[in-house]
């Protein structure tokens, strides 16, 4: 299942894309309760976080998405309810499945992070956009859009 506010956020974010992108991961929630995280470059000034609306929010992901801010790692929140960007920079920490349960097979620690995320209660999708200008959304641990970046 995909959400038109979280896919239009992604793509913006897409059509925006300068040289110096370093890739990007955003978690997209109703609730963040079940989510283990933590800040990220804790000892810089965070930049403005009042940031409502799909291109308010695409613009600040594309600023802190270049290579030259300490921003850029881990992944950032975006409250669905109120369509505004909440965090920056957080390491996100899923619980991992139980064993039998459904292991999604994904290479690498921001997909698997991603997959993983998206199964926590209160996690409608996470979305990556690659340094290699793909574009994935994730939901119920499986991949539900996945499109390349012209």
């Not at 669905?80 to 064993?99: C, D, G, W, Y």
């Not at 409608?124 to 574009?135: F, K, M, Q, T, W």
């Amino acid at each position: 299942m995909t959400d038109a506010f979280s896919v239009e956020v992604l793509r913006l974010v897409g059509s925006g894309l300068t040289p110096d992108f370093a890739g990007l991961g955003v978690v997209f929630y109703t609730k963040l309760n079940r989510l283990p995280f933590l800040q990220l470059a804790a000892d810089s000034l965070v930049p403005k976080l009042s940031v409502i609306g799909s291109r308010e929010i695409a613009t600040q992901l594309l600023e802190v998405s270049r290579v030259q801010s300490c921003w850029h790692d881990g992944f950032h929140f975006v409250d669905m309810s109120e369509e505004r960007l909440t965090h920056l920079a957080q390491f996100v920490s899923p619980p991992l499945p139980e064993a039998g349960d459904f292991i999604p097979a994904l290479n690498g620690a921001r997909l698997m992070t991603a997959s993983l995320a998206s199964l926590v209660e209160g996690i409608a999708h996470v979305g990556i956009i690659s340094n290699r200008r793909e574009l994935l959304l994730f939901s119920g641990g499986k991949c539900v859009l996945a499109e390349k970046i012209a």
